[in-house]
């Protein structure tokens, strides 16, 4: 076999880009009805992908053959089957996108690098600071996801403290998630300065608990750093009272970070609109496209209200970097943690305009039509208890025989291949999650979610 040239010609790029996109195209054509859990990879298989690359090239086809067993390992986050976590749907065109970004390779993050590419990506930040009403001074960034947007609010609002903040404090639910924790714990904040807000009956911040702890803090001689509010847990959908949370932070001069990762663009939808609302006085809000835009993994984002506290927090150039010029385009190099990043935007912006936004909306509108009838119709089964009405997409439920009851519902649903599900405990009680956030997912998958439940409660032993 000739070596294939390290700068492949017209030719073999089109044999190669053929040979990807007929793989992806028969994987793809397979995925409604192929298993969504295949279970551990064996052994002689991992030992195998573990080869090291090889001194000389291989076809194409060979290493495609290589990725088709790997990829019937575990669980399939790409399947409409998937209600696990949270599902992220990997829209073709937005992967499309991603291709497009990685393979014509402009440096985006100064704008005089490539200000067309930098005002595709920025068309798109605007789009979302104005659906959530920040205002004129808003701006954002694209990051690799939730986990990054919450580490970048904290380090934001820590760094309105000044340099020396062991006096700041954090208020978060106890139902955050661990990425808020964590995001403080690597910003350099003692757990001692985090506080875990109780929640009420439906797993939402207390705002009466959240006051509380705020006074007596700053009694103690403490400042209140962040609020960080939650729109949309990852356990149970629930919503922060968003609107008592700001008041409570702006009454302390904090921070109001929401981490909208999940539920933030169900703003687009008029139900989700209502439940959010308040959302618009957030200083910073985390958004994750690959949750609630079905996005491929890798593009979250952080929205904030004054685009200048992102700059003070993450500016710093080095010396080579003197003919970095500013213009009326942001350089997502000062608002950040990164320096040079993939194109996040183009995969976004190509979704979005492919579409258009209401497609996005009704896709949206329809998990919650989904989940809102499997709450429906799994509390009239005997025997199963939901924890709250779902709030957004993700319904929670146990059954009421007990953890090793509900244990093997999970565990029948994810062996028949056909539905996985996750669990979380809640009360030191095991809870079933069903989530539906996937364009993949639709009414006939969520029926039969609901069927093989039925069938495995009335099963002798269920
Ligand atoms: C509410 C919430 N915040 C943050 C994250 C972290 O997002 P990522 O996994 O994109 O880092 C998640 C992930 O599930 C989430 O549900």
Known sequence: MTPLPIEPGPEDRAALTEAVSAFVGRHLDRLTEAPVFHGAADEAL???LLHPPDEAGLDIDELLGRIEPALATGFDTASGRFLSYIPSGALHTAALGTYLGAALNRYTAGSHAAPGLVAIEE???RWMTSLFGLGDNAGGILLSGGSLANLTAVVTA???LGERFDDGVVYTSERTH???TKGARIAGIATDRVRLVPTDRRLRMDPAALDAVMAADVAGGLRPMMVAATAGTTDTGAIDPLDRCADLAAAHGAWFHVDAAYGGFFQLTDRGRTRLAGIERADSITVDAHKSLFLPFGVGGLVVRDVEHLVDAHEGRGAYMQDVVDGDLPHYLSMGPELTRPNRGLPLWLALN?????????TLDSMLDLAG???ARLADLPGVELITEPELSIVAFRSTAGDDATARIQQALNDSGRIHVSSTTIDDRLWIRLAFLSQRTTAAIADEAIELIT???TEPGG
Not at 354 to 362: I, P, S
């Open 123 to 125: 068309s798109v930040i």
């Open 455 to 457: 069938a495995t409660m």
């Open 178 to 180: 661990h990425s808020m």
């Open 158 to 160: 820590r760094s309105r």
């Open 46 to 48: 991992v030992e195998q």
């Open 373 to 375: 009838d499997a709450a």
């Open 354 to 362: 492919l579409h258009g936004v209401d497609a996005f909306r009704r």
